[in-house]
């Protein structure tokens, strides 16, 4: 009797635990196969240049996890188009309001210009384009050489410091081997006041770029350098004359008198007291 009660107390012991094995089995293949829910987000369908508008065949709808959000994602074509781009895109990447210039902004380069400045092109070469290490987003200062008015030689003046190279010719994102290019035209960024400097420096003489690291924003006094100072030879000065006393032999000192002239006559007489 014991035997045939422990028999079936196993059997429904085996039971159970199948059961719930096989729930259990039931609900972890079900999460496994569920599908994560989505949104539809707008993207690039191809890789976009900054600067480029925005047009339907180069954007396409594709979809995001709901549990990832996006700020500033959009969701039809007819949201972002004729608008620009300020920074590249690849493709598939999400079109986002950070990356697109401000409505009526314009394409190409003006919507990399911020509100206030200027940008403005310098004829470049080999030596002035820093040996084709120039791309955009270097930061430069501008060097002068001319003859002044006031000095018979010519001098070399820093007008400009800290500035931001816009394009190299006409790229307007920096290859990203960081391989050196000779290019013809720089375009810089610059305050209007700074940008009549840089028209002005043109015409006067010959214009040099300083390449300086991005991190470093000082802006040291820099005094001009003469021809005469290439040398670094220190000019003597020029000897103060010296001067030496000279001792002279006293002069006995003549007594004081008085001289008296009498004249009586015929007599004439001098006198002296």
């Given at each position: 009797m014991d035997v045939r009660r422990l028999s079936l107390a196993l059997l429904i012991a085996l039971v159970l635990s199948g059961g719930?094995?096989?729930?259990?089995?039931?609900?972890?293949?079900?999460?496994?196969?569920?599908?994560?829910?989505?949104?539809?987000?707008?993207?690039?369908?191809?890789?976009?240049?900054?600067g480029s508008p925005l047009t339907a065949e180069k954007l396409k709808v594709v979809d995001w996890p709901e549990s990832m959000p996006l700020q500033g994602a959009f969701a039809k074509p007819e949201q972002v188009q004729g608008r620009?781009?300020?920074?590249?895109?690849?493709?598939?990447?999400?079109?986002?309001?950070?990356?697109?210039?401000?409505?009526?902004?314009?394409?190409?380069?003006?919507?990399?210009?911020?509100e206030g400045m200027r940008a403005i092109s310098v004829r470049s070469n080999d030596v002035v384009g820093v040996a084709g290490f120039l791309y955009p987003g270097s930061h430069v200062d501008v060097l002068l050489t001319y003859r002044p008015d006031a000095t018979p030689t010519p001098l070399t003046?820093?007008?400009?410091?800290?500035?931001?190279?816009?394009?190299?010719?006409?790229?307007?994102?920096?290859?990203?081997?960081?391989?050196?290019?000779?290019?013809?035209?720089?375009?810089?960024?610059?305050?209007?006041?700074?940008?009549q400097k840089m028209v002005l420096a043109t015409q006067q003489g010959s214009i040099q770029f300083l390449l300086r690291n991005g991190a470093d924003q000082q802006r040291p006094v820099a005094q001009p350098v003469l021809v005469s100072q290439l040398g670094n030879e220190v000019t003597p000065a020029t000897p103060k004359p010296h001067l030496v006393a000279v001792s002279r032999p006293k002069q006995p000192r003549q007594p004081e008198y008085y001289v008296v002239e009498t004249i009586a006559g015929e007599k004439h007489s001098i006198e002296k007291f």
């Open positions: 719930a094995t096989y729930l259990l089995y039931s609900h972890l293949r079900g999460q496994k196969t569920a599908a994560p829910r989505t949104i539809k987000v707008l993207a690039a369908a191809q890789p976009l240049d900054a620009s781009l300020i920074y590249p895109v690849n493709p598939n990447e999400p079109i986002l309001e950070t990356d697109l210039a401000a409505p009526g902004s314009g394409i190409g380069l003006s919507v990399k210009i911020p003046q820093t007008i400009l410091q800290d500035i931001t190279v816009l394009t190299a010719g006409q790229t307007l994102e920096p290859d990203p081997k960081g391989k050196p290019e000779t290019v013809n035209v720089v375009t810089l960024l610059l305050n209007p006041r700074d940008a």
